[in-house]
């Protein structure tokens, strides 16, 4: 079956590189989260803290469950932090706390790559959910010889590549919150001294995910096409 052969180890890099970051993000998160900052300022505190200076009293925060769930929903101007963030005045949170924050600015701001990330999801959510089938029906078919199976196959090759265009796209969005962040981390009294060091490290490393991410849908793609160009 075309799914048993050699191309799987096209995607051996980045499976690594996935590996990888997920073990930095674990380890920076688990490290940093039991140091506390110098202010004693919890995570929904520090988010607080920035939205405010932005003008952003609006924006609303709460609680949410899990450990790493932290998101900005720009539809209802929401800030929704974990219960590892939320109330814990660790290094670790009031960063993460503070990445997310940066996702509320570049919201206001109307920054564009958050806009163009933003108005995508839904495509991307069609697309992701029709590239694999289209590209496994489109393999089936070429394999009993439809003229067909190029047609649905390259259809799905697009709906893969819009997801890529998804990642990439992502990866200015967040390197951009964690590097606001930072800066008014500083700024703002939030962290000093060693504990910038522990901030930049935990938000580089939740930054390599999306790299993983990015880098393993290419792998994805490139696989794809080599099990295509086999099937000649």
Not at 159 to 164: D, E, H, T
Not at 173 to 188: D, G, I, K
Request: charge should be positive.
């Amino acid at each position: 079956m075309f799914w048993y052969d050699w191309s799987y180890v096209i995607l051996i890099p980045a499976i690594l590189l996935t590996i990888y970051a997920q073990a930095r993000v674990q380890s920076n998160f688990k490290k940093y989260s039991k140091k506390r900052n110098m202010r004693g300022m919890t995570g929904a505190q520090a988010a607080r803290r920035m939205l405010d200076a932005n003008g952003l009293s609006d924006v609303k925060i709460e609680q949410i469950s899990g450990s790493l769930t932290d998101h900005y929903d720009p539809r209802h101007r929401v800030l929704r932090l974990s219960q590892t963030v939320y109330n814990v005045d660790s290094v670790a949170a009031v960063s993460v706390a503070c990445h997310e924050a940066g996702h509320a600015v570049q919201h206001a701001e109307a920054y564009m790559p958050l806009l163009m990330r933003n108005n995508i999801v839904p495509i991307v959510n069609f697309a992701s959910q029709l590239s694999w089938p289209l590209i496994l029906v489109g393999l089936l078919l070429l394999g009993n010889g439809s003229y067909l199976g190029d047609t649905v196959f390259m259809i799905g090759v697009i709906a893969f590549v819009a997801v890529i265009l998804f990642h990439a796209v992502t990866l200015p969005v967040e390197f951009n919150a964690s590097s606001r962040a930072l800066q008014q981390m500083e700024t703002l009294g939030i962290v000093g001294g060693e504990e910038e060091g522990g901030a930049k490290k935990v938000l580089r490393a939740a930054a390599l995910t999306y790299v993983a991410s990015l880098a393993m849908a290419v792998m994805n793609l490139l696989r794809i096409l080599a099990i295509r160009g086999n099937r000649d």
